[in-house]
Structures are given as structure tokens and as C-alpha cells.
């Protein structure tokens, strides 16, 4: 019995594509041809075929596949590895699906860093590139702390979101005095506050860069004066060698 390319794939529940492809890829071996050039498919690539499809519909990769048909390996320790792998996989799909339902009930964008999805409501819009840096950058600590300072009323915020390019000094400075009150109480709460360097992920000068990068990008020059004037009160109130931002 000899079957064609199309009856193998039907046979096998596939397409010819995919018989085509596991050729290709050195899952199925390629059959003799009769005199007039057609394929002519045995038993043996029919149950071949059907193995990896087998194995595929359990989640296993080609090239996992191909590594199990070609090494020596201990079938249960194969199996073990696999396990594992599927077990990982499926860990991660679940993580995503309850940060999709995280954002799904605050509503918050698709691109919202999950540490900040119920601050995301109300929450200007430039502070989002700001939370984007902070969630790669820094500490789970450090993230769970801002984020619950987000939510928090504070008696700059409103002051500070008025500022301008334009702002005389006299409103920047107002600003920077409230400023400083709630960053001295940021530090009396949260110690990493006094020096973001002991809550970045990974140490170096680079991570720095990149925070003070994005605060730039983050405010226009009276809100950047005002954070400036700020840190310089808290620094001659409780001197420290730090980069608060």
C-alpha cells in the first residue's frame, strides 16, 4: 500500500504543507518515488507522521522533537525536562493573564508597567514613559513604594502640574517648598528614597542614566527647576550624597 502526499495528509489529520515542512526540517524522511515521480508514503512515514504530530500537539517544540529522535537520553528524564518546560510555559500564561485582568479592571493602557496599573486612572500622561523606566530600572520595593505614593493626595501635585516653561522664580519656588516637605517625608518613610542608586536592579552608572534621562523627558523646565531647588532644600536640611529624583 502507497499513499500520496495529500492521502498521507489526510490520513495523518495534517496538510501538505506541514508533511512538506517536517521534510524539510528532518522530521519525516522522504519516501521513494514511482517511475512517474509521485511520492509513494509507506506505513512507516504514516506512523511517523503521527508521532509528531502527537508529541507537537502536546506542546513540544520541532526542534525539541528532532532532538528526541536523534539523542540517547533516558525517555523519562526527556519527559521530566519537557514537563518542566510545559510547566514554566504555563506559569507564564498565567502571570499574563492575571496582569491582563489587573489592567482590564482599572482600565488601564496595554503598556502600563503592572506595578502601576490601579495609579494608571487620572494619572498624566507623561508620567507614563517616567513609570516605564522606573519598572525596568528599579527594585520591586522601590516600585510598590511609588506606587502607592501615586495614590496618595499630596499638597505639591496640583502646584507642580501648574508649572510652565514660562514660570517666574518666585512660582517655581513656592513649588520646590512644598516639594521639599513631601520628599523629606518620602525619606523619613521609605529609606531608599534618600538615594534611588540602593534601589536600582543592577548597579552602575548606566541605570542612573537612565532615570535621570527620563525625568527630563518626563517634565517641562519650570517643573524641572522646581524638583532641582527641592532636592537642594532637603540636601541643606539633612545633607546626604544622593541623586533624589
Known sequence: MAWSTQQLADLAGTTVKTVRHYHQVGLLDEPERARNGYKQYQTSHLVRLLQVKRMSDLGISLAQIRALAT?????????????????????????VRAELALLLRYRAPLDTP????????GLPEHYRGLLTVYSRVLNETA?????????????????????????DDRAVD??????????????ERFPWAADLRSAQRTKGNLAQEALSSAVVDAFNHGQLRALARANEIVRKADPVDDETL
Open 71 to 95: 539523542s540517547m537520553v533516558d525517555t523519562d528524564a526527556s519527559i521530566a525536562v519537557l514537563d518542566a518546560e510545559l510547566e514554566a510555559s504555563i506559569e507564564r500564561l498565567q502571570r
Open 114 to 121: 503592572t506595578p502601576f496599573a490601579h495609579s494608571a486612572d
Open 143 to 167: 516600585l510598590h513604594d511609588t506606587s502607592d505614593l501615586l495614590n496618595e493626595p499630596d499638597e505639591a501635585s496640583e502646584p507642580f502640574e501648574a508649572l510652565t516653561d514660562e514660570s
Open 174 to 187: 513656592d513649588v520646590a517648598q512644598l516639594l521639599a516637605v513631601s520628599m523629606a517625608a518620602h525619606r
